[in-house]
């Protein structure tokens, strides 16, 4: 991926490129690149160079995801999520009644709460969260939050008196963790 701040600037990065890979013995085929994009798929992202998002693409999948009847269906749509988890804010909060369902010697049970908090996570997904890129001529902000059972903090950029999100990250307590008060969970 080569992003560049101007056409002609951009023409000749894109003209090194296959100079650098001769130069370390590296290859590329010109039938599966492509080139002068303003935005582009990525993992499963939207990137352009002002922000990036969940490729639409997805959301239909995330949607019409098969209900969870067991475990292995239930541990797939997680598995999926949790490779998002930096662009949903709080996302280990929406996340934890599901994994509790996942406990070894808990019988599964899938019920109507965590239907709704099944439709709580899909609707994160497929609500299109955007990230500004990072700016490291703009200040940063860090807002933390916590739960009872996980934290969450995001990292923000004001341009233009306007918040920006970049990057959100959260985690789940762990069981060491859990009797800790609100303001000792929220320290950075």
Not at 14 to 39: G, M, T, W, Y
Request: glycine share 0%; net charge positive; proline share 5%.
């Amino acid at each position: 991926m080569v992003f560049s701040s101007s056409k002609e600037e951009h023409l000749k990065h894109v003209a090194s490129v296959p100079q650098r890979l001769r130069d370390n013995n590296l290859f590329s085929k010109a039938s599966k690149c492509e080139f002068h994009f303003s935005i582009v798929e990525y993992s499963a992202c939207a990137v352009s160079s002002e922000l990036m998002k969940i490729d639409s693409s997805r959301f239909k999948q995330i949607l019409n995801w098969p209900q969870h009847k067991n475990i292995k269906a239930l541990q797939s749509f997680i598995v999926f999520s949790n490779f998002y988890f930096f662009i949903i804010r709080n996302y280990f909060k929406k996340i934890t009644a599901l994994t509790s369902l996942l406990k070894k010697y808990i019988p599964f049970h899938f019920n109507e709460k965590s239907l709704s908090k099944l439709q709580i996570l899909k609707e994160a997904l497929t609500t299109d969260p955007i990230l500004s890129h990072f700016n490291p001529s703009v200040p940063n902000i860090v807002e933390t939050d916590a739960s009872d059972y996980s934290l969450g903090a995001v990292l923000i950029q004001v341009n233009d008196s306007v918040k920006h999100p970049i990057s959100f990250d959260s985690w789940k307590i762990l069981p060491a963790e859990l009797n800790y008060e609100i303001y000792d969970k929220e320290l950075p």
